[in-house]
């Protein structure tokens, strides 16, 4: 029993070490977790039935493709975030119109910003795309 208590202390001081590493900086660690809620996304680009399950699709191949950086070599992970973006923005442009696709382009700019995922592209163009 103690053993197990002792065993709890350290993992919990060796997190919060870890933790503050992290964020010595100032920065915050990237979050690997990208879910996109299609029933917001869908109301606030008015989507057919047929454009919401072409994109559900597109994000949820996405957002796996980016949880798996997560165990991907650091030196690899850049490459294959643009991958994984190039392939979402391109079920995007071909799925939506052009007004719609402006939309989503920000959002996805936005969101690739706060969850810190913006860092790891090798080109940073997204609105260019």
Do not use: C, H
């Not at 989507?47 to 699709?57: A, D, I, K, S, W």
């Not at 949820?60 to 490459?79: H, Q």
């Not at 007004?99 to 997204?126: F, H, V, W």
Request: charged letters at 25%; zero cysteines; a positive charge.
């Amino acid at each position: 029993m103690i053993i197990a208590v002792a065993a709890i202390i350290m993992a919990a001081s060796n997190l919060n070490a870890q933790e503050k590493v992290e964020t010595v900086n100032n920065e915050t660690p990237i979050n690997y977790n990208f879910n996109i809620n299609m029933r917001s996304l869908s109301r606030y680009l008015n989507l057919t039935e047929e454009q919401r399950e072409v994109m559900e699709y597109a994000s949820d191949n996405f957002g796996y493709s980016v949880k798996r950086l997560e165990r991907t070599k650091e030196e690899k992970r850049g490459a294959r975030m643009q991958k994984a973006l190039n392939i979402n923005l391109a079920y995007a442009y071909k799925t939506l119109d052009k007004a719609q696709y402006r939309k989503y382009l920000g959002l996805m700019n936005s969101s690739l910003r706060n969850k810190r995922l913006d860092t790891l592209l090798i080109d940073e163009s997204l609105a260019s795309k």
